[in-house]
Structures are given as structure tokens and as C-alpha cells.
Nanobody, 121 residues
């Protein structure tokens, strides 16, 4: 069955960097655009970044543009999110998703369980 497994989260200080991983199995990875979303306590899930099937296009939320970089390795069925200059407001549960290239969570029907990122001030 399709599985998306996130890892790499943790507790860091403001200004630090962190790299998240999303490992996919049970699907032809290169056939799917991939995305990162996040959800903070008491808030709705929000778009973070998306990357097209062959890395031709990426898109970012304004709040992370210039600080976060999404990439993927189709040969390894892995997607990455390099996060730098982290802020306390980046604290959230980060999810990866597979589907069409979109900023809308409702367009994705394959999701991981999430990895927690906590940024202390």
C-alpha cells in the first residue's frame, strides 16, 4: 500500500536549520507532485511548499519563501525540505503529501503521519 513517512523533525532554537525527509513507498514516485503542509495547534493545515514531478517547478508559501527549499530524489523516492532561519512561528506538525501540483490540501489524497518541528525563541 502507499506509504509516506516523514522524519527529521525536532526541537531547535530560533535561527537554526533543519532538514525534513519524506520517504515514499507503494507508488511510482516520479508520477506525483509532492508537497509539504503544516499544522500548528489550534490552526488549520496550511501549505508550505510544493515541487513538481521532475523538480521543474517549486512553489512556496510567502511565510517561508527564501528560508525553505523543497527538493526531491526520484531515484530514492525521497522528498526533502531544507529549513533555515527557523522562527518560533514555524512550530508545527509537518506533513508530506503526494498528488497533483497544487497548494490546496484537498487536492492531495496521500498523506504521511507528520513530523513535529518545534522552534524555541
Amino acid at each position: 500500500q502507499v506509504q509516506l513517512v516523514e522524519s527529521g523533525g525536532g526541537l531547535v532554537q530560533a535561527g537554526d536549520s533543519l532538514r525534513l525527509y519524506c520517504e515514499a513507498s507503494g507508488l511510482t514516485f516520479s508520477n506525483y507532485a509532492m508537497a509539504w503542509f503544516r499544522q500548528a495547534p489550534g490552526k488549520e493545515r496550511e501549505f508550505v511548499a510544493a515541487i513538481s514531478r521532475r523538480m521543474g517547478r517549486t512553489g512556496y508559501a510567502d511565510s517561508v519563501k527564501g528560508r525553505f527549499t523543497a527538493s526531491r530524489d526520484n531515484g530514492k523516492s525521497l522528498m526533502y525540505l531544507q529549513m533555515s532561519s527557523l522562527k518560533p512561528e514555524d512550530t508545527a506538525l509537518y506533513y508530506c503529501a503526494a498528488g497533483p501540483l497544487s497548494r490546496r490540501s484537498s487536492d492531495y489524497n496521500r498523506w504521511g503521519q507528520g513530523t513535529q518541528v518545534t522552534v524555541s525563541s
